[in-house]
C-alpha cells in the first residue's frame, strides 16, 4: 500500500538553527506530488512548499527548502535559521497519479520546538 | 484574497445526533476536499467535491456525506454521530490548474 512515512515524532531545535524532518513515501505512480504543511496547535494546517515528480530542481520557499531524492524515495523539509514561531507539528503529503489532485495522503507528522 | 473559512469552529453533539459542517472555499476556487483528523488515525482523506460533482471519496462509512453547491461553497453531514467521530474536520480548496489545496481553520467536533 502507498504511504508516507515520517519517522521523527518530535525533535528540538535551537533558535536560528537549521533542521531537516525526514519523509519517506511509498508509490508505484511516475508523477507525483510531494508537499510539506505546518500545523501550529490552533489547528489550522499551512502549505509550506511543493515537489512535483519530474521537478528536477529541488524546491525552495524562503527559509523552507526540500531536499527531494527520487530514487531513495525520500522528501525531507529543511527549515533554516529556526524561529520561536517554527514551533508546530509538521506533516508531508503526497498525491499519486491515480488519485483526484484533491486528495492528499498524510504522514504521522513531526512535532516540531524551537528553543530559545 | 480571504483564505478558506469554516463554520461552526466548535461543536459538541451528543451520540446518535447529525451534524453539518460548512466550507467557503477561496474565491475561485472550484476544487473543495475534507479531512478528519484525529489523534489515533491522524488525517485522513474524506471526499473531495469539484464542479458540484463528488470526485474521490475516502474509506469512511456512508454516515459520512458531502455537497458542493453552484458558489463551491460545501457543505459534509455526518448522521447517527459515534464517539469516534470527534475529530478536527479540515476543508481545502484549491485552484482548477494546481494542485496546492490551502486548508481552513477546521472544525472541532466533540461527540459525548
Known amino acids: 500500500a502507498q504511504k508516507i512515512t515520517q519517522t521523527q515524532p518530535g525533535m528540538f531545535v535551537q533558535e536560528k538553527e537549521a533542521v531537516t524532518l525526514d519523509c519517506t513515501y511509498d508509490?508505484?505512480?511516475?508523477?507525483?506530488?510531494l508537499f510539506w504543511y505546518k500545523q501550529p496547535s490552533s489547528g489550522e494546517m499551512i502549505f509550506l512548499i511543493y515537489q512535483g515528480s519530474y521537478d528536477e530542481q529541488n524546491a525552495t520557499e524562503g527559509r523552507y527548502s526540500l531536499n527531494f531524492q527520487k530514487a531513495r524515495k525520500s522528501a525531507n523539509l529543511v527549515i533554516s535559521a529556526s524561529q520561536l514561531g517554527d514551533s508546530a507539528m509538521y506533516f508531508c503529503a503526497m498525491r499519486q497519479t491515480t488519485d483526484s489532485w484533491g486528495k492528499l495522503q498524510f504522514g504521522a507528522g513531526t512535532q516540531v520546538v524551537v528553543t530559545p | 484574497k480571504a483564505g478558506v473559512t469554516q463554520t461552526p469552529r466548535y461543536l459538541i453533539k451528543t451520540r446518535g445526533q447529525q451534524v453539518t459542517l460548512s466550507c467557503s472555499p477561496i474565491?475561485?476556487?472550484?476544487?473543495v476536499s475534507w479531512y478528519q483528523q484525529t489523534p489515533g488515525q491522524g488525517l485522513q482523506f474524506l471526499f473531495e467535491y469539484f464542479s458540484e460533482t463528488q470526485r474521490n471519496k475516502g474509506n469512511f462509512p456512508g454516515r459520512f456525506s458531502g455537497r458542493q453547491f453552484s458558489n463551491s461553497r460545501s457543505e459534509m453531514n455526518v448522521s447517527t454521530l459515534e464517539l469516534g467521530d470527534s475529530a478536527l474536520y479540515l476543508c481545502?480548496?484549491?485552484?482548477?490548474?494546481?494542485?496546492?489545496?490551502?486548508f481552513g481553520p477546521g472544525t472541532r467536533l466533540l461527540v459525548l
Open positions: 474565491s475561485g476556487h472550484r476544487s
Open positions: 508509490t508505484s505512480d511516475q508523477s507525483y506530488g
Open positions: 481545502a480548496s484549491r485552484p482548477t490548474s494546481l494542485e496546492t489545496q490551502y
